[in-house]
Nanobody, 120 residues
Framework: QVQLVESGGGLVQAGGSLRLSCVAS????????MGWYRQAPGKQRELVAG???????NYADSVKGRFTISRDNAKNTVYLQMNSLKPEDTAVYYC??????????????WGQGTQVTVSS
């Protein structure tokens, strides 16, 4: 079983910054992609940023140039540095990871979510 635990959310004024962290633990052999999604009230969950083990990244158009995803493979941790935050970035942010367990089964896991609120 694989668990993801996020941290770093909170309340910030528009223009401010936050850094989210997500640690994966459990029966992990390898992790392929780690990423961040968000879900605002009344909206569908959407991809914010993803990062493969090979270093390829993709970002939602709405966050390009403001958010940066990075990871520490040795610590099974992914980060999301969020700068120039806007009220429309307000959402619950979820960490996601996929890979293989030590039993060589594929896994896909979600964190419990962390609230980010940006005030105007």
């Amino acid at each position: 079983q694989v668990q993801l635990v996020e941290s770093g959310g909170g309340l910030v004024q528009a223009g401010g910054s936050l850094r989210l962290s997500c640690v994966a633990s459990g029966n992990i052999l390898s992790i392929n992609t780690m990423g961040w999604y968000r879900q605002a009230p009344g909206k569908q969950r959407e991809l914010v940023a993803g990062l493969t083990s090979g270093g390829s990244t993709n970002y939602a158009d709405s966050v390009k140039g403001r958010f940066t995803i990075s990871r520490d493979n040795a610590k099974n941790t992914v980060y999301l540095q969020m700068n120039s935050l806007k009220p429309e970035d307000t959402a619950v942010y979820y960490c996601n990871a996929d890979g293989r367990t030590r039993s060589n089964f594929r896994f896909g896991a979600w964190g419990q979510g962390t609230q980010v609120t940006v005030s105007s």
